[in-house]
């Protein structure tokens, strides 16, 4: 009961929390000129009606025979709909309406995201990073998985065999994972792993252990690939079809749920390669706070207490230390989430992936064509809600594994 | 009033400023960092990269681009407008073509040799500096800045200085591979191709003579390149004092906010450590992204500043708002450990006001964590800011921007491009020093700032010193 009165507490406390980061992005929206923020709402106006959104127009566009500029009745329905017209609080009142209910706007038909990726143009953005997001979120937790399978063990062991090789060789991984940029790191494996395997399955970046050619499940174009990573396996009937049912969205799920077994590992493999990135950079940053923090349970009295009454020394450090020191690998696993997010633009755009990053990272481009600042605003509102909705499971988490924090 | 001092000898006063009692503590903390070779090398590379950046400050290498050459003959000759309303259009005139944009830029691309006309084109309500010209062509791409200013005199407020201008000229020669250089500034030609200057992709690797590190051509594709070695040398000043303003700026801003935080307590404290969350909440790149594009797309310049600077005070000012959090909460922990102590008691007893406590007292006592994790971050920035340029997004004004993190992410879309290319269709060459020599430099710098700064925790930290 208690627990469930700790939880209800720590909800309550991410109101204020949520409130102020949508403040924060509405405040940087609206420091945009009105023309800007119909874009971002609406896409950029079309190639015929360049003038659609400028609030004063010559009045021989509205009607031939006219002479001189009159106001522009789309531009004053546009911004009315927006609410550009209201005072700010009101404004605000609106944002928060709009970014509560998923109305975030319409990807650009001219933007660079929208021309890289034109079956996305003038959908809602909310749909567009829905088809996405299930991608991302397996990376996500394919990298998790591997933090702390890798992390967890390699900080008690350092801590255990302090100063030995053992503990050396995690200080220089963790230094490097510091010291090497992500896209560096992700280039010289893509490369390195390419080079090494590509004379046996041909020259493939996505997975390079895969011969084939795409990334299963596309969600741009909705269709599987031609030739799994286990080459000579039958094309899956349900494939055959036309209509390919998705009842999740979770490429790895849908597979499975399909009976197609080999085409769900394959979709796992195509992801380690990005997941091990991600988690490197993760991991180097955690593993001197496990670290640390066993190094200080490891003093602790009922630590000596234990060793004292003969445990054994395996069981002290994995149920009396191990246990304990975990309080700390999950706070900081908390608070370095938002880092751990926004590394995935680098990685998803390095490895080709077709996940949020990817489409965050085409959509902040302007080289060529206007950034598309409907779905920059998307996507950091949605990273921001994963790592709040992140931060609320750890919570949880630490008040399950530390009694003191949910009876105290 | 005369004392009877022969019978009680009071203690001789000290004359002067008492001896700091932190001084001891400084020394101390030396003498363990000594006896780590880890962390004296990081001290080391620190110290040689500092007097580089110096060294780097007073060379002639511009400080807001590098110097450029082209591999072909063709120049490009971009006309920048500056002051207009985004969304304006815009056009030019130049031997004779007439280009029409919304955007900022408009490119030609001629020949080199000849001298062109160019005349720009009425936009109403605004006249151009200048409004016609000539320009010659040859050598290194060039940029003019249009300047559109309201037609009925009134001037637009600020200071706004063209872009970066290319200096220095490359000279054109050719010479059997294998021989030395004839002369400075003289690049090797590819066989079989003379009209192009090395080095395209892959032709000039590093080596004695002009290009000592190679040359990091500007993007996959395009033609122009420029001297690492120079960049890399330029840069240096450049990523370290980007790193520790930013840094500084954040720590300061944290250390502040956090002992309020910790020291007031109860609704200011409880206040603050909300608005923490709401920005530890928010992904760093993103935010500094949104602010950058944001900022950029309303406004060319802030403040009167100039083009670059502007991009530098948003870069700084961007990764600072969220960067303080992270201070803050250190800070706050540390100062609720510092504000039971007894010597904060005592100067509460002795009538100390609150800010002189927190300022005297408590500020100077829970610096040390700050110090290391300024240590560890001030490593990170160079690598962020080359996140950024690898996601093609715009920081700097120039493409060609001499700061590491752009080199090394140039270096590395360069190669990954390179390899994507050619190695699918057989013939392999990567120019791998456009990404060893920027990465080498990113990591030297950053594994050193942690050895250091992990040499200083072990220092600072009694229980570890066992």
């Given amino acids: 009961m208690r627990m469930w009165i700790y939880i209800v507490r720590r909800l309550i406390l991410l109101i204020p929390i949520i409130i102020g980061v949508m403040t924060i992005t509405f405040v940087l929206l609206s420091a945009l000129p009105p023309r800007q923020q119909l874009v971002a709402h609406f896409g950029e106006p079309p190639k015929q009606k360049p003038w659609l959104y400028n609030p004063q127009i010559p009045c021989s566009y509205l009607n031939a025979s006219q002479k001189g500029t009159c106001d522009n009745p789309y531009y004053t329905a546009l911004a009315a709909k927006l609410g550009l017209n209201l005072p700010l609080p009101e404004q605000w009142a609106q944002y928060m309406y709009r970014s509560l209910t998923f109305q975030w706007g319409e990807v650009s038909n001219d933007s660079t995201a929208g021309q890289t990726v034109p079956i996305a143009q003038g959908q809602p953005v909310t749909t567009v990073l829905a088809w996405l997001l299930p991608y991302t979120l397996e990376l996500a937790v394919l990298s998790l998985a591997i933090i702390l399978i890798v992390a967890i063990p390699l900080g008690n062991l350092s801590a255990v065999y302090r100063n030995r090789p053992v503990d050396q060789a995690a200080r220089i991984m963790s230094f490097s994972g510091y010291a090497l940029p992500a896209f560096l790191l992700a280039s010289l494996l893509l490369i390195g792993f390419v080079l090494a395997l590509g004379p046996a399955t041909g020259y493939f970046v996505h997975s390079p252990w895969c011969p084939s050619g795409e990334p299963t499940y596309n969600e741009f174009t909705g269709s599987w690939p031609q030739q799994g990573c286990f080459a000579n396996n039958a094309y899956p009937s349900w494939l055959n079809s036309g209509t390919i049912s998705t009842p999740t969205g979770f490429p790895t799920l849908d597979a499975a749920i399909h009976g197609q077994y080999w085409l769900a590992l394959d979709t796992i493999f195509r992801i380690l390669l990005p997941a091990l990135v991600i988690a490197f950079g993760t991991i180097a940053g955690l593993l001197r706070f496990v670290r640390n923090s066993m190094l200080e349970v490891m003093n602790l009295d009922f630590v000596r207490t234990a060793r004292s009454k003969g445990v054994p020394e395996k069981t002290v450090v994995k149920r009396h230390a191990g246990r304990n020191s975990l309080n700390v690998t999950i706070t900081v696993l908390g608070l370095t989430f938002a880092f751990f997010i926004g590394g995935f633009p680098i990685i998803e755009d390095v490895f080709k992936l077709k996940g949020v990053g990817y489409i965050l990272a085409i959509s902040v481009q302007q080289t060529n064509a206007p950034a598309d600042f409907g779905l920059i605003f998307g996507s950091t509102l949605l990273f921001t809600f994963i790592v709040v909705i992140a931060n609320i499971i750890v919570d949880v988490l630490y008040a399950y594994l530390d009694p003191r924090v949910r009876l105290g | ?466």
């Fill in chain 2, 1 to 466: 009033m005369a004392t009877d001092s022969s019978t009680i000898s009071a203690p001789e006063p000290v004359r002067g400023r008492r001896p700091n009692p932190r001084l001891d503590q400084y020394k101390r903390t030396w003498y363990f960092l000594r006896r780590n070779t880890l962390a004296i090398f990081g001290l080391g590379v620190i110290f040689a990269l500092v007097l580089v950046a110096i060294y780097a400050s007073t060379t002639s290498i511009p400080w807001d681009g590098m110097p450029l050459c082209n591999s072909t003959n063709n120049q490009v000759v971009t006309f920048q407008e500056l002051g207009l309303p985004s969304g304006t259009s815009w056009s030019v005139t130049m031997d004779g073509v007439t280009q029409t944009s919304t955007g900022v830029n408009i490119s030609f691309s001629e020949p080199s040799g000849p001298t062109y006309l160019y005349t720009i084109g009425n936009v109403s309500g605004y006249s151009a500096a200048p409004s016609r010209g000539s320009i010659g062509v040859g050598g290194v791409p060039l940029q003019v800045s249009i300047r559109f200013t309201v037609a009925p005199g009134t001037a637009i407020s600020g200071r706004l200085s063209p872009a970066a201008a290319l200096v220095l000229p490359c000279t054109v020669c050719t010479y059997a591979a294998g021989t030395p250089s004839p002369g400075p500034n003289c690049y090797q030609t590819p066989k079989n191709n003379p009209s192009v200057i090395a080095p395209t992709v892959s032709l000039s690797p590093p080596g004695l003579g002009p290009l000592p590190m190679g040359a990091l051509t500007l993007g996959p594709g395009t033609a122009y390149f420029y001297n690492l070695f120079n960049g890399l040398l330029r840069g240096t000043d450049y990523s370290l004092l980007l790193s520790v303003s930013i840094v500084s700026v954040g720590a300061m801003l944290g250390l502040i906010i956090g002992a309020i935080s910790g020291y007031w307590g109860g609704v200011v404290d409880e206040a603050i450590m909300r608005l923490v969350d709401i920005f530890l909440s928010i992904p760093t790149i993103l935010f500094v992204i949104i602010v950058i594009a944001v900022v950029t797309t309303t406004y060319q310049t802030v403040l009167g500043l100039s083009l670059l600077d502007t991009r530098v005070f948003l870069l700084i000012g961007g990764f600072m708002v969220v960067w303080w959090p992270f201070y803050a909460r250190i800070v706050r922990s540390q100062v609720l450990v510092v504000r039971e102590q007894k010597y904060v008691e005592a100067a509460r007893a002795s009538g100390a006001s609150r800010s002189r406590i927190v300022l005297r007292h408590i500020i100077p006592n829970s610096m040390y964590p700050i110090f290391i994790q300024m240590s560890l971050d001030v490593g990170t920035i160079p690598l962020l800011t080359g996140f950024l340029v690898f996601l093609g997004f715009n920081i700097w004004p120039t493409p060609y921007f001499p700061e590491w993190g752009t080199i090394s992410a140039i270096g590395t879309l360069n190669v990954v491009q390179a390899f994507l290319g050619a190695c699918e269709s057989g013939a392999c060459a990567i120019p791998w020093w456009q990404l060893f020599f920027p990465g080498l430099a990113l990591f030297l710098f950053a594994i050193s700032v942690n050895f250091l700064s992990d040499g200083l925790r072990d220092a600072l930290d009694p229980r570890l010193r066992r």
